[in-house]
């Protein structure tokens, strides 16, 4: 094993999952997760080496130079998405997570103050839309992390109790979630309920797995969504095979993930509309609630050992 690595579990609750009793006796839980990143991506103007790659298209602009396009791209998210989400979550009276970059939230305030008044949760997704992976000490990691949960506290009146990052976090955040105050991380893709974390040490740490599959990411990959039914008809068909599960007295979790620069477009955000309806259809079925509302049910029906 590289000393760097954390561990590998492949078993997890091996066959025996936790039999959940979810609030008004759902058999499924939906969480809604939507990132908070535009002004926090890689850009020329804000001084970085090289701009961002992922976006609509593949940029042609040379690596190094200033790239507009991908820069306006991203805008779109604060400029239109974020408004069509919150509206649509309004009208169907759903709460979600938001996964803030410190930096965007400095730079929107007054946008990440409204959705945080509006009901819905604000955790941290580091302070720069960069995977943690690529710090190369602690204590670098761990300025940027109390960064961000400064920017939060100042704006929103709270500090984040959950944590997620772009692409893997680095061998020791879990560390300092744990040193910093944390309740859950959200780094998890390997599992359908939350779990605990073995090697948090003395203070528990909860991970809330998260999912890249039922994801509008995938409209910016081949192979991935391409019309808004196609996202629509995969999250449908997740919820019917875990409804089914639930129903035979194991239910478990499924995570939407959503970006206010992709999901935001008016093509695409027809999804969006579709999905809320589909959750409405399924009545106390299916238990909305957002991350942190998940982790203190976890922490009071099934504590760490």
Avoid at 180 to 188: A, Q
Avoid at 197 to 216: E, K, Q, T, W
Wanted: charged fraction near 30%.
């Amino acid at each position: 094993m590289n000393e760097r690595a954390l561990p590998r579990d492949l078993h997890g609750y091996g066959g025996h999952p936790p039999r959940a009793r979810f609030p008004n006796g759902a058999a499924l839980a939906v969480a809604l997760a939507v990132n908070f990143e535009e002004g926090a991506e890689w850009a020329i103007a804000d001084g970085d080496a090289a701009a961002e790659r992922v976006a609509e298209i593949h940029s042609v602009v040379p690596a190094g130079r200033w790239d507009q396009g991908t820069e306006q791209q991203f805008a779109y998210g604060m400029r239109a998405g974020v408004w069509r989400i919150l509206d649509a979550l309004e009208q169907h009276q759903r709460h979600a997570t938001f996964y803030m970059c410190g930096r965007a939230v400095e730079r929107s305030p007054d946008i990440a103050r409204r959705i945080v008044q509006a009901g819905h949760e604000a955790a941290c997704h580091g302070w720069r839309w960069r995977p943690h992976a690529d710090y190369d000490d602690r204590e670098t990691e761990r300025a940027d992390l109390r960064r961000c949960v400064a920017v939060l506290r100042d704006v929103t009146g709270a500090a984040p109790a959950g944590f997620f990052c772009r692409g893997s976090e680095s061998p020791w955040t879990r560390e300092l979630l744990r040193e910093e105050g944390f309740l859950y991380t959200s780094n998890g893709l390997d599992d359908d309920l939350p779990y605990w974390d073995g090697a948090a040490g003395d203070r528990p740490l909860l991970v809330i797995p998260y999912a890249f599959d039922s994801n509008d990411m995938k409209f910016f990959h081949p192979n991935g969504f391409v019309r808004a039914d196609d996202m629509v008809a995969y999250v449908k068909d997740a919820m019917e095979v875990l409804l089914e599960e639930g129903r035979r007295g194991v239910p478990k979790l499924l995570n939407i993930g959503l970006h206010l620069r992709i999901i935001g477009r008016p093509g695409r955000f027809a999804a969006v509309k579709r999905i809320l309806d589909l959750l409405d259809s399924y009545g106390d079925a299916v238990w909305t609630p957002r991350r942190i509302d998940l982790a203190r049910y976890w922490q009071e029906h099934f504590p760490a050992r």
